[in-house]
Structures are given as structure tokens and as C-alpha cells.
């Protein structure tokens, strides 16, 4: 039962390394406690934005960038639609820093973003009523990503290539040794050369096993779909988007396959510990109020609630990833703390951490993402 790499968590980071690593030719293990796609992982939810121009950080543009071009690979093999482009608008204060990092990341990278006043958005998207103290940037290039037929398809693939997917599989604890990390299952004992972590909102479980400490929060998410008039919100002409408010960041998609406008809000929600168990949708008036409030306030069509659900969030304090080695054992790689913004790099993020095992490195700099920089020392610095 010995394998080359073990990767716990099998959801959109450690199905994607999965197959980049199967595909390179090593003998990979998957583990996960429930049957990826399922509704317990930070790929609930259906859909999720891809941008390239990037409000959180210019330094995630290439990242981005190259996410993208791996989608686009992985299409080519698949009948299943993992992209649609429907071009994305992110408004905000022209003066804000998120809106800054987007020109920042278009200038830097060549890429084809449009500046539009808020009267030019409302003539170009009747569905919107934006003020006039707002504007917007439009990346014509950008569009949304089918969460579960992306992992249906790493899975698929990762499987041909020989990887052992374990299902509805626990991990109890991890015994990490130089050469050699043990992991034990509820339904088994493992070994491998190399073991990676992607067990998202799970990972603060694995952690003790590998003597460690993250500042990562789990907070409770949701998100809803509204009814919509097909002439205005479908995607076939209306964007996916992002609102950078005062003190609050919505985003949304348009009416695909007629499901309705999605809307969720990015910041906010209620802190979770590990024995919380998910609240349903509508348990807090928020749920529902948030994003009622934001579209009656920024769409120019009366939007009638339809459904709600939930999800959770693993955030880091600075809403950076972490990709990292473990300090003290060099064959431990783990990938966390996404902060709800981590989807559409999961194709990327998949291919460093196939990179990490098989080459020692990688071509990216992951200096932002060094779970030193939560060490004591640089916390006090």
C-alpha cells in the first residue's frame, strides 16, 4: 500500500494535482471523506468567476493568466463545458485600491479591460443601475467556470492515468518521517514518499497529527439565486460581476441554462469552529437580506428570491493562499487557506504542487503564499 504521493483531500486543489501528478507517471493515492463533487467542499455552489485582471493583488494577474491557459488545455479533452465566456464587470470607487490592482494587472499583462462610467454600464447592460459615483472594468476575456465538472473531469482523467481515488475515506492521523509519511485511514494504513494537504475547511483536522498551527477560519457562506427576466440577465449578453462597496464586496453571475441571477457576498459571514455544524440557509436574516438588499439597490429589474444555500469559507488572515512546505518535513507540501477566491486557480495550483514533488521547485513565486509569514517574528514586525 505504498504509493509515491498520498494527497489528502480531493477536491478542486488535490483533484487537479492528482491528475498533473498521475499524468507525470507517479503512483498517486487520493483521499477524501466524502465523493468529490459534493456539497461539503469549497467547490459547492456550481459556478465561479475567472478574472485575469486582479482586484485582490496584481501579483495573482500570472496566476491567473496561467490557470486560464490549463482550463482551456483541459477543455479540449472533455465534451463536458467547464468555461463560459461571458466577460466579467468589476465596480467600485475609481480611487480604491481594488480597482487600481485590476488597471495595475491590465497594464502589467496586455489585457483587454475596458474603464466604463456608470451611465456607460447601464446603456451597455440594461439590467444594471449603478450610481454615478461608481465605474466599472470590463475583461471581455473572462467568464465563469462549472465547479463540478471541472473536478469530474481532473477525477476522470487522474483515474485513466492510474491514481487510486479512496472515497468516503477519514484520515485519523498523519505520521510524517523524512523519507516516508504514514497516514491512517478509518478504512486503512497508507504510506507514501510524499504527501500533500488540500483538505480544505478539514485541514485544521490534520494539523495537530502534523504538529502544526495555521491561523485559518472557517466561516459559514452563503449564496442565492434569483428569478430574472431572460431578456436582460442572460448570459448570453450579461457579464458575470464584482462589486467592491463601502465596507462590502458583492459578486454574481448572469442566468445560465435559465437557473436565474446568482448573487453572494464575499465578505461577512458567521465564524465557524471545527464541531459547528453548517447552519441551514435562512437560519440568520442576513442570508437572504444581504443579497436582497444589493440587488434591489443596483439591478434595475424587480429580482424575486428563489433559493439560498450554504458553504464555507477557509480563510487566512490576509486573504492569501498558502502553499508551502512543512517546516520540518520537506516531503509534506500543504495548500490551504483559500479564502473563497481560490477556485479558478486550481488548475494552476495543481500543477506547482506536481511541479513541488517532481522537481523540487517551481517556476512561480510563492513568496506571498510562505505560511512563515505568520510565524511570531514576521507577525511582530
Known sequence: MHYDVIIIGAGSMGMAAGYYLSKSGKKVLLLDSHHPPHTEGSHHGETRIIRHAYGEGEHYAALSLRAQELWDELQKLTDKKMFLQTGVL???????????????????????????????????WEGFSVPKELMGCYEKNSGVLFTDASIEVYRDLAIENGANLKVSTKV??????????????????????????????????????????????????????????????????????AFELENELFYGFPSIDGAGVKIGRHDGGQPLTLDDSLKDFGDYPEDKGDVARFAATYFSADLEHKVGKTCTYTNTPDGDFIIDHHPQHQNVILACGFSGHGFKFSSVVGEILCQLITEGKTEYDLNRFSMDRFSKANVEK
Not at 495537530?208 to 439565486?225: A, D, G, I
Request: glycine letters at 4%.
Open 90 to 124: 468589476t465596480v467600485g470607487a475609481s480611487e480604491s485600491d481594488f480597482i487600481h490592482n485590476i488597471l495595475k494587472s491590465a497594464e502589467n499583462h496586455s489585457l483587454p479591460v475596458e474603464k466604463l462610467s456608470s451611465s456607460e454600464i447601464n446603456h451597455r
Open 172 to 241: 485519523q492521523f498523519v505520521t510524517p518521517e523524512d523519507d516516508i509519511v504514514y497516514v491512517e485511514t478509518e478504512k486503512g494504513s497508507y504510506s507514501a514518499d510524499s504527501l500533500i494537504v488540500t483538505a480544505g475547511k478539514g485541514t485544521p483536522k490534520i494539523l495537530p497529527s502534523l504538529e502544526m498551527e495555521l491561523p485559518l477560519q472557517l466561516v459559514r457562506k452563503t449564496y442565492s439565486w434569483f428569478e430574472s427576466e431572460e431578456g436582460l440577465y442572460h448570459s448570453n449578453y450579461f457579464p458575470a460581476f
